[in-house]
């Protein structure tokens, strides 16, 4: 059984039709997943559409949070409710069509021999859309940066479609995560390595957000240039 994690703000134009995107994929492929939403007390109402949505399906459910804390906080609470529900396999995705339902399966296939697997857009077969030489060069500049500090052999460390074994998930101090943005993603996949599990990377492309708005601030841009050398020199 797997869960997909969800971390929502201000997502009303995308999040029905992204979960309805995801229940096409589940049953196309007859996979049996759960879908935990987790809304940062969205002003534009998506934490009601995401309780609507909840109460037509019982393998949606929703967390509710008092307000915006980044999506590294958001996701830590989505991890701790599908460790309870009992899930094997839990996926970060956005909920705004970057991250296409189309590779779920992929991911599944991929974490029978691996403990994490990362939707990677800078392996060969991998790629971002409509992106200009300036965005891309940030993008993977920062993961070439990480990943020269950290010593790890990981292509793109600040994606966010990633699929944990439940083991991870248990074996991490999710507690101890204090990351927002790109930190977070570099954060998780660094103590993953660091225990000793097995990491893959498979080819995603990457498309950009249609509808409604990206939050991402260059504050949680610049959070992770100094949280890389943290990590380098901390013991978990
Ligand atoms: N719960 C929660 N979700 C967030 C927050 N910030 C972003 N998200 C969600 O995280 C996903 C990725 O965010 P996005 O703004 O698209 O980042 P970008 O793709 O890097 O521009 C989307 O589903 C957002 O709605 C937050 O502070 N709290
Ligand atoms: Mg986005």
Request: glycine share 10%; with cysteine.
């Amino acid at each position: 059984m797997f869960t997909i994690i969800l971390p929502t703000y201000n997502e009303r134009e995308n999040l029905a039709r992204f979960v309805a995107a995801l229940k096409d994929v589940f049953k196309s492929k007859g996979l049996v997943g759960r879908i935990i939403v987790v809304d940062d007390n969205s002003p534009d109402g998506t934490g009601r559409i995401a309780d609507g949505l909840a109460g037509q399906d019982g393998s949606l459910s929703v967390i509710h949070r008092p307000r915006k804390q980044g999506i590294g906080p958001a996701y830590v609470d989505g991890f701790r409710a599908a460790l309870q529900s009992g899930a094997s396999y839990i996926f970060e995705m956005d909920c705004d069509f970057s991250h296409n339902p189309a590779y779920v399966p992929d991911f599944l296939e991929a974490i029978k021999d691996a403990d994490l697997v990362l939707g990677s857009r800078y392996v060969s077969g991998g790629r971002v859309e409509n992106w200009g030489l300036g965005r891309r060069m940030i993008s993977q500049g920062g993961s070439l940066y990480a990943r020269m500090i950290l010593g790890i052999p990981v292509n793109d460390l600040t994606g966010g479609f990633k699929c944990f074994r439940r083991e991870v998930l248990e074996a991490l101090d999710l507690n101890s995560v204090s990351s927002q943005g790109y930190g977070f993603q570099i954060e998780m996949t660094y103590r993953a390595i660091r225990q000793g599990f097995r990491i893959k990377e498979i080819p995603i492309t990457f498309a950009d957000r249609q509808l409604g708005q990206s939050k991402m601030s260059k504050r949680i841009f610049l959070e992770a240039a100094p949280l890389v050398w943290k990590l380098r020199f901390s013991r978990s």
